[in-house]
């Protein structure tokens, strides 16, 4: 029996997994499962290299249909993007996308169809990593900006605070391991060893963020 599985990428504070499914079923698709991976960058990892991703290359069977937002969802550059859609296709899975409700069936066999489906691959990865690009390149500009003003360039704000930042030094003094630090803080092992690594930085942030 063929099922129609939703593959969605959350990697931002701002997405959300329930939004994308809603905008989903709001285009007329029938989802039997959700496929999700959450805190993992498009640009920078393959979807054969998440975690939900390669779960997805096990699912899928022929007859299948794999719903994603749009082509992006499916890789990190033209090629990736290119490669996993004929990928899909060659083992008989339809990939349709919700923005621009486009179908990509491998079982085409019309020599124009055929022509007309692979342009439109090419042309939304292309398109798709051309907007990768531009953020990326978006992003650094950002940064370099804010670094060159220290007044704004604050970084992320710290989780701890700084009475907090004072347990953790006062505990590390007195011989206490990282996991019991964390465990009395409620800070993470990450947090903790970071503070011990570099005090100094630690205060800085908080001096950043004016805590």
Known sequence: MSQTILYARVSTADQTLDHQLVHAEEAGFDIDEVVADHGVSGISCKLADRP?????????????????????????????????????????????????????????TDPMQEAVRDALIAFMAATAQAQAEATKEAQRAGIAAAKADPRRYRGKKPSYDASMLSVVQDLATKGEGTSAIAKVTGLSRQTVLRIKSDPAAAQAALERWGS
């Open 52 to 108: 939900e991703g390669r779960r997805l290359f096990d699912k899928l069977r022929r007859g299948d249909v794999l719903v994603v937002r749009w082509v992006d969802r499916l890789g990190r550059d033209y090629q990736d993007v290119t490669d996993t859609i004929r990928a899909f296709m060659r083992r008989g899975v339809v990939v349709r996308t919700v923005i621009n409700r486009m179908t990509f069936d491998g079982a085409t």
